[in-house]
T-cell receptor, first 117, second 110 residues
């Protein structure tokens, strides 16, 4: 039974399109994250939500819009896709938010590999 | 300067060898430290936390040097299955962020 699941696993699309990636965790965690891993394998935080509230919003173009309908779900919508958006997007969760007894352990989904042509 | 820096490698060592790599961090207020492992085309997974006094988990030993702001990972008697990218992770509450290094690639050859 997958703890953090993301869909789709692979996404190939044309420049200018809009796409969404969905994430769900069944661990009962309070906090969820989106990370982007580029071709150089650098894993960079994009957003974090704690109990549906946005707590981290890094310098990300506003074409990226996260949505958390409840604490078990965190979706990522991307408008007007660009070539540079090609990457693997990882969803993750942690028991609590950073600063509130968070041990720092993150549980990652398998990643969604986005290719923009 | 990056907040968390690692030698990208690759480290290419024979099976059975001992290998070590370091990671430096820039924020002296960083509180917690971890090593994650990421296999090719897979998600990162927690390998071990790094405690102030150093800690060991089987063949893996992690050390923290706060004065010099680095952490290290030592792998003894390396196995083929240890081939992966090892990510250094730093957490500091002031920034409320968990920050990943870009990883050190390790390849164990038979």
């Amino acid at each position: 039974d997958t703890a953090v699941s993301q869909t789709p696993k692979y996404l190939v699309t044309q420049m200018g399109n809009d796409k969404s990636i969905k994430c769900e965790q069944n661990l009962g965690h309070d906090t969820m994250y989106w990370y982007k891993q580029d071709s150089k394998k650098f894993l960079k935080i994009m957003f974090s939500y704690n109990n549906k509230e946005l707590i981290i919003n890094e310098t990300v173009p506003n074409r990226f819009s996260p949505k958390s309908p409840d604490k078990a779900h965190l979706n990522l919508h991307i408008n007007s896709l660009e070539l540079g958006d090609s990457a693997v997007y990882f969803c993750a969760s942690s028991l609590r938010r950073p600063g509130q007894g968070n041990t720092g352990e993150l549980f990652f989904g398998e990643g969604s590999r986005l290719t923009v042509l | 300067r990056k907040e968390v820096e690692q030698d990208p490698g690759p480290f290419n060592v024979p099976e059975g060898a001992t290998v070590a790599f370091n990671c430096t961090y820039s924020n002296s207020a960083s509180q917690s430290f971890f090593w994650y492992r990421q296999d090719c085309r897979k998600e990162p997974k927690l390998l071990m936390s790094v405690y102030s006094s150093g800690n060991e988990d089987g063949r893996f030993t992690a050390q923290l040097n706060r004065a010099s702001q680095y952490i290290s990972l030592l792998i003894r008697d390396s196995k083929l299955s240890d081939s992966a990218t090892y990510l250094c992770v730093v957490y500091h509450s002031s920034a409320s962020k968990i920050i990943f290094g870009s990883g050190t690639r390790l390849s164990i050859r038979p």
